[in-house]
């Protein structure tokens, strides 16, 4: 089945500092999503990605959806407190974005 | 808030027992997806519903299955519990199947198998 890599699995900033982390799949997607899960509540989604080589930007946010349509990045500018919590990627190779496979998450710890 | 609401919040049950998770779409929505998130991992998709019929099915035994009502209301229900169910479930609604719809996930049920 289809497989999403997301990397890195964790990580400590300081607050103000950028953050990338990124997704590599071993079979092609269509869309690429990624979302951000908080404690005890579902996840919420920050970007959506339709088409290959899109970068796109929503605030202080910005995903690609990489040119081969296996990766994908998402890039967080001057990171504050408020951006702590578990990062996901999603791809989805139909055109039906209900059925994504979720990579396993980048938690992020923003220090003040 | 995404008007997305689950029921129980959390469920402890024994194994072998059978248990039925409820989610209730936002309003308008026709389409539900079901995902199962095991501790430290991501969502896994489960099946996904639109307007009462199952479209679609990920990589779980048949003792996984649902139900959508008229009103897009839905059930996931689990035969037979195995230790390895316990996991937060998610459901997620969204206006129908193409991709620029965005899902809208509920906070979960906590399933515990004893």
């Known amino acids: 089945g289809q497989q999403l890599n997301q990397s890195p699995q964790s990580m400590f900033i300081q607050e103000g500092e950028d953050v990338s982390m990124n997704c590599t799949s071993s079979?092609?997607?269509?869309?690429w999503l990624w979302y951000k899960q908080d404690p005890g509540e579902g996840p919420v989604l920050l970007i959506a990605l339709y088409k290959a080589g899109e970068l796109t930007s929503n605030g202080r946010l910005t995903a690609q959806f990489g040119i081969t349509r296996k990766d994908s990045f998402l890039n967080i500018s001057a990171s504050i407190p408020s951006d702590v919590g578990i990062y996901f990627c999603a791809g989805s190779a139909s055109t039906n974005a209900g059925k994504s496979t979720f990579g396993d998450g980048t938690t992020l710890t923003v220090k003040p | 808030e995404t008007g997305v609401t689950q029921s129980p919040t959390h469920l402890i049950k024994t194994r072998g027992q059978q248990v039925t998770l409820r989610c209730s779409s936002q309003s308008g929505h026709n389409t539900v997806s079901w995902y199962q998130q095991a501790l430290g991992q991501g969502p896994q998709f489960i099946f996904q519903y639109y307007r009462e019929e199952e479209n679609g099915r990920g990589n779980f035994p048949p003792r996984f299955s649902g139900l959508q009502f008229p009103n897009y209301s839905s059930e996931l229900n689990v035969n037979a519990l195995e230790l390895d169910d316990s996991a937060l479930y998610l459901c997620?609604?969204?206006?129908?199947?193409?991709?620029?719809?965005?899902?809208?996930f509920g906070p979960g049920t906590r399933l515990t198998v004893t």
């Open positions: 079979s092609i997607f269509n869309t």
């Open positions: 997620a609604s969204s206006l129908g199947l193409a991709a620029n719809y965005e899902q809208y």
